[in-house]
């Protein structure tokens, strides 16, 4: 949806709301004058309202997650660029085209009218009569009025008792400035013309002006003024913006003429829409004033390794050239699963695998049935270093395996803290706990071979760096038709391993889905991918998941 479109959704909910109002509670009774500048207000105010962006004080930005390993690819978000094809007309650009070409001819409308009137007056008998002009000429149908002149047909006869009705009627209009309002409907009714309320708001507009002269041109004859509105009531209407004498319809003048009698709840009626109009303007002005966070991902872990977790906190500000992420401050609430100095099982890794291999029964359920396989537990090694919430993440393997790792995890000692700013954190750690049947042993281990870490010691590089990357991806990259067409564009996030032999594998795209090809390109650019420097740990190659943001931009 285009902006112009979105746009214009708002104002027609807007102006719903408060014209549903009007006719429910304040149309049809007495207070004309009230009800005009109620009419006036809501066109403004649906207009102005959606345009509106008043940030909610107090808001905080939700901490973004880098996922899975980035932070030295971090800047493709905004330095990668493909290849640009030569530009398409989108069906957004056509919408907004067809929207204002109506906008021309309905002012273009509006103008002609305007010139005939003006070309009226200047072949027309013209008296200066202050406070108005006087203008007479046999083109004339019926009596109106229009800014300072008074319009005459030669039907009518100024000096009846008719007449003189008459003329104080359009009087009203001139004093009144009623012609002001109608130009303005009829302007915002072009501008808005796909609104069917601001159609209703200038006919209900009208018939105001009608009461409102009605009641003033009447005084104490009522009854004579309603039978001369009856009488010439089918006289023609020449202008659609002008003020007209016999403006239908005749059954509501009448009535409004005839109606004496104050509406229960009166000042209540007119009070009760400023809640109402207050609700509206929050709804539609106040925005929350945060910035979005980066898509969450699903990740593989192994030893020694932990995952991103939606409260985690590494960010890369828009914009942002360097190539250093940028930190949140550690926060008592907050678990983190990237921080500078991760959490340790004490003694270390080799430690860490003997207490699994001496603590862990492979379950006699899990033997008979011949399960095995890496199961993975996820807990979180809390400031002081005690090990909560022990859960199980990815496939069940069955046969007790689970349960087993969770009784064993959850009998750990203390860990070693992690820390962020060398203040002691709680850490989100993923563990994966191999089980193998090794010719009727059972085996139990931390995984190794099958491991798949996220943040390694040594991060995998493409052959001749980042720059060599950009590069490639500029090349390469060949911007989808269908994207084109569509204006499709935006970032798409490719996760992938990066194999101990440097080899691309498992590609995939994370987060919202863009469409119109993005993905599939993304992927077969990645796919296509040379061998990259394998990335390390502990001194050895290891497998490292690896995600490739990738922006697609139309350049105007």
Not at 122 to 137: A, D
């Amino acid at each position: 949806m285009t902006v112009l479109l979105t746009y214009l959704a708002k104002v027609i909910v807007c102006s719903a709301v408060l014209y549903a109002y009007y006719y429910i509670a304040l149309r049809n009774n007495r207070f004309h004058q009230w009800n005009r500048y109620y009419l006036v207000l809501i066109t403004i105010v649906s207009l102005l309202t959606p345009l509106l962006k008043i940030p909610l004080p107090g808001q905080t930005p939700e901490p973004s997650a880098v996922l899975s390993y980035t932070n030295r690819i971090i800047t493709l978000r905004e330095s990668v660029m493909p290849v640009v094809a030569s530009p398409v007309i989108s069906s957004g650009t056509l919408i907004n085209l067809a929207y204002m070409l109506i906008i021309a001819l309905l002012m273009t409308r509006i103008l002609v009218s305007l010139f005939k009137i003006k070309k009226l007056i200047r072949s027309s008998q013209v008296q200066q009569v202050p406070p108005y002009r006087f203008v007479k000429n046999d083109d004339i149908k019926a009596p109106f009025s229009f800014f300072t002149y008074i319009f005459w047909d030669p039907n009518t006869s100024l000096n009846s008792q008719e007449g003189q009705q008459i003329l104080k009627h359009e009087l009203v209009h001139l004093q009144e400035k009623h012609s002001t309002d109608k130009l303005f409907m009829e302007v915002v009714t072009a501008v808005c013309w796909i609104n069917p309320f601001f159609h209703l708001i200038k006919r209900e507009l009208a018939l105001v002006h009608e009461f409102l002269a009605d009641k003033k041109a009447a005084g104490e004859e009522v009854a004579g003024y309603a039978q001369t509105i009856l009488q010439m009531a089918f006289q023609s209407k020449q202008f659609s913006f002008t003020n007209d004498f016999f403006h239908p319809p005749i059954k509501r003048r009448i009535l409004m003429l005839t109606q004496f009698h104050t509406p229960r709840f009166s000042y209540l009626r007119r009070i009760l829409v400023l809640p109402l109009a207050a609700f509206i303007f929050c709804s539609l002005a106040f925005v929350a004033d945060k910035h979005p966070s980066a898509i969450r991902v699903l990740t593989t872990t192994a030893n020694a390794t932990f995952t991103p977790h939606p409260e985690a906190a590494v960010t890369a500000t828009p914009g942002d050239t360097t190539r250093k992420p940028k930190m949140i401050k550690p926060d008592a609430n907050v678990i983190f699963t990237f921080v500078e100095q991760p959490p340790m099982f004490k003694g270390g890794e080799d430690s860490l695998s003997r207490y699994l291999s001496r603590n862990i029964r492979y379950p006699r359920v899990a033997q008979e049935n011949g399960i095995k396989g890496t199961v993975f537990v996820q807990f979180i090694v809390d400031k002081d270093g005690a090990i909560k919430e022990p859960k199980i993440i990815g496939a069940e393997r069955g046969g007790g395996l689970e349960e087993e790792a969770i009784r064993v995890v959850k009998g750990m000692p203390k860990w070693i803290p992690g820390q962020q700013n060398k203040k002691n954190v709680a850490v989100q750690f993923n563990l994966p706990i191999r089980f193998v049947l090794d010719e009727g042993d059972a085996v139990v281990a931390p995984a190794r071979s099958e491991a798949v870490f996220t943040f390694v010691e040594q991060p995998p590089v493409f052959p001749g760096g980042e720059e060599a990357l950009a590069k490639y991806l500029s090349k390469t990259i060949h911007y989808p038709a269908e994207a084109q067409k569509n204006n499709t564009q935006g970032t798409v996030f490719v996760q992938f391993q990066v194999r101990n032999d440097g080899t691309i594998a498992d590609v995939k795209t994370v987060g919202a889905l863009k469409g119109g090809g993005l993905e599939e390109e993304a992927i077969r650019v990645t796919k296509d991918m040379p061998k990259w420097k394998a990335g390390k740990q502990n001194g050895r190659e290891v497998n490292v998941q690896f995600n490739l943001p990738i922006r697609f931009s139309l350049q105007q």
